[in-house]
């Protein structure tokens, strides 16, 4: 029994080919609504519509939803994060140079925290910071 054929597939277009939501969330390995979700977040993922509302996206918007994708989900960022280095970065160098992105061209990476201890220093300023808030709500009830 020959196996399916799931459409064609990047291997079988040209490398310049646009390619349909369906293959782009295929090659991906996410969701349809995820894409479209990110076309709302990031204005910079604009693929081509067609009559009737069909996306074809172009290799460039395939390499950014990749870098994107990498970047929330193996890199730890936030859209709004994402949307911070692409304001700041641009696209081009957000694909083509990712450490870049992350930190900077003239900073280095800074030494890493045996595991955990960001968390306890996160709690801590965390609880500093609310005891700080309950101070100034204490006096402006005091005060009222």
């Given at each position: ?28 390995g ?29 290799p ?49 990476a ?35």
């Amino acid at each position: 029994m020959p196996p399916e054929d799931d459409g064609p597939s990047r291997s079988t277009k040209s490398p310049n080919a646009f390619r349909t939501i369906s293959e782009v969330a295929h090659e991906l390995g996410l969701p349809q609504h995820v894409l479209r979700f990110w076309e709302s977040k990031f204005a910079q993922v604009s693929p081509m519509k067609r009559a009737g509302g069909r996306r074809y996206y172009r290799p460039d918007d395939v390499a950014l939803l990749s870098r994107i994708r990498d970047l929330l989900h193996h890199e730890g960022y936030t859209i709004k994060g994402v949307q911070k280095l692409l304001r700041q970065n641009g696209v081009k160098n957000l694909q083509k140079a990712p450490d870049v992105a992350k930190t900077g061209p003239a900073e280095e990476a800074p030494p890493k925290a045996p595991p955990g201890t960001e968390i306890t220093d996160g709690i801590r300023a965390a609880v500093a910071d609310l005891k700080g808030a309950c101070g100034i709500l204490r006096d402006a009830v005091k005060s009222a």
